[in-house]
């Protein structure tokens, strides 16, 4: 039984007053365990509206809402056991092995002084099984390629155990089988109870695995709703500002630009 | 009888960390033990322990002199390479040491400005050392706010750089306003770095924030790992970034203005020190810290013992230190040995 577990409601944000917003009015509900991919071209607000959502920033006007509940009235740490991150990319200057990282995960749940005991070790193993990455533990972090790093990225946030994972971009820069790697892992995460939002410019990517859509465009949203309200020509074709056409092979909807280059 | 070496075997893989712990302390406090003796008192390199006990000179020199400054060389190197493991974690740059933001430059112009217009008196100059530090700090830090481009981290660096080589230039003019025959030695032989002239009331001065300082890095060491990751990463993780990146900083920074102020400016044990530690412990600073402050206090205490037996003068602390640390990173960034294995 899907219900709203976190509410966006009427969110605005502006980097400077002078200029233009990155995120107009934006309002839209995302139902508990549940895939929503927020679509739209480079420069919509993507990475913005996450942040917002995460807390790390605060929208100058309108709220957010997790089980009704403002996130401003939650704790930092309380926020950090509901939501977890897995940025678009991540520079790791020192070599951490791949377990010690991941083990980052559970910081939400020990105090300022704590170190992390035998129980946290366990769960960081466990949640690199369950990405299926146990055979990179001791493996350095900066000697993994950009699909591994992916994954312990993941790895990282599900050690987090939060109810609702932010992804920025989590496909854009991996190849097609690493990317399908990553959105059955998704899937998976959802079928166990974790809900998923996730930011993309890739159309493919979101209608292989999202229950819902956000489309957006310069800081609006365009569209919210269920992939067969909101995954047709006419509405990607006035997210990305293109022709688009939408075609279906073997069940699969896969997306066409009809712009001629000359 | 046979057992006895498999259950010491047995004993020491079960107590692997308490054992690693003991070390940590234990190793530090030998090698201060052993360089109680070394010198150039009655002869070069080592006092037998029997003069100690009939000699009522070598005591004296033993525990007046000798302990203070080895107590002090201990001090200053554990907080030098905790600090710049610290800075070299937030900063997320390995190349970064303590001095860094001002705070070297500006102890270097504080002791020089002092010895020229205030006091050559050892305290007014440390206290002098001390306050440009702090300045040297608040400065790179307001003119970093001030910055209107890049992340926080790059501001800072930035500014840390001007600031740094605003009190380098400052530090010039004084150099050559100073008379050449009495003060420009004594601003010289300050910079150079040293602990000849470090007292018990020096090492009671430096005490309590040196032990706060060290104390708050090592009960916070794994979280430096977390302010390691990029802002958002380390946010969504339920650290307040700001507010402790700047405890840590804040502790770093206190420390080495203190050991600064009594010690001059003793350069690369900031550097090499925490380097060395991780490729021994690896990168989790919940384990390389402690090595860090281990190793950090070994080595001053070593090139001090250096610094007294070597000659029947005395070698400036920050020149030893200098020769055996670039020494050291340049073998470590030369070696073959490959620390990533992919």
Known sequence: MSSGILTVNSISYTYHPERPEAVKQVSFEILSETVTAIIGPNGAGKTTLLHLMLGLMKPVTGSIFIEDVPISEYSRRELSQWIGLVPQSEYIPFEYTVLEYVLLGRAPYLGPLDLPGREDVQIALESLAEIGIEHLEKRPVPALSGGELQLAMLARALCQKPRIMLLDEPTSHLDLSNRNTTLRILNRLRKNGTTIIFSTHDPEAAALIADHLVLMRNGQVLDAGTLDETFTKEKLSLTYGTPVEVVNIDGMRVVRSMERLS | ?342
Do not use: C
């Open chain 2, 1 to 342: 009888m046979q057992s006895t070496p498999f259950l010491i075997f047995f004993f020491i893989v079960k107590n692997q960390k308490t054992i690693t712990n003991l070390v940590l302390i234990i190793l530090p406090l030998l090698v201060l033990g052993i360089s109680l003796f070394a010198g150039r008192y009655p002869k070069p390199l080592f006092m037998p322990f029997s003069v100690l006990t009939s000699d009522e000179l070598a005591q004296k020199l033993v525990f007046n002199l000798r302990l203070p400054r080895l107590i002090t060389a201990a001090l200053l190197g554990a907080s030098l390479a905790a600090a710049g493991g610290v800075m070299q974690m937030l900063f997320r740059n390995p190349l970064v040491e303590p001095g860094f933001l001002g705070v070297t430059q500006g102890a270097g112009f504080g002791a020089a400005f002092s010895i020229l217009w205030i006091s050559t008196s050892p305290l007014i100059i440390e206290l002098n050392a001390a306050a440009f530090a702090v300045l040297g700090l608040v400065l790179s830090y307001f003119i970093a706010r001030k910055i209107r481009f890049g992340g926080w981290v790059l501001r800072l660096v930035l500014s840390g750089i001007a600031v740094s080589a605003l009190f380098s230039a400052g530090l010039g003019i004084l150099k050559y306003m100073a008379d050449p025959t009495s003060e420009l030695p004594e601003i010289v032989f300050w910079l150079l770095g040293g602990l000849y002239s470090v007292t018990w009331k020096d090492l009671l001065y430096i005490l309590p924030v040196v032990v706060v300082g060290l104390t708050t890095i090592f009960l916070m060491r794994w979280r430096l790992n977390l302010l390691s990751l990029s802002d958002e990463t380390a946010f969504s993780l339920g650290v307040s970034v700001g507010r402790e990146r700047t405890l840590l900083i804040a502790a770093s920074v206190a420390i080495t203005a203190v050991v600064v102020s009594v010690a001059g400016i003793v350069g690369w044990i900031g550097l090499i020190i925490p380097h060395i530690s991780r490729r021994l412990t690896g990168a989790n600073a919940a384990e390389f810290i402690p090595v860090s402050m281990s190793a950090g206090a070994i080595f001053a205490m070593l090139s001090d013992d250096l610094a007294r037996v070597l000659t029947t003068g005395e070698i400036p602390l920050g020149i030893i230190t200098s020769l055996i640390g670039a020494g050291i990173f340049l073998v470590m960034m030369t070696s073959r040995k490959v620390s990533i294995t992919k």
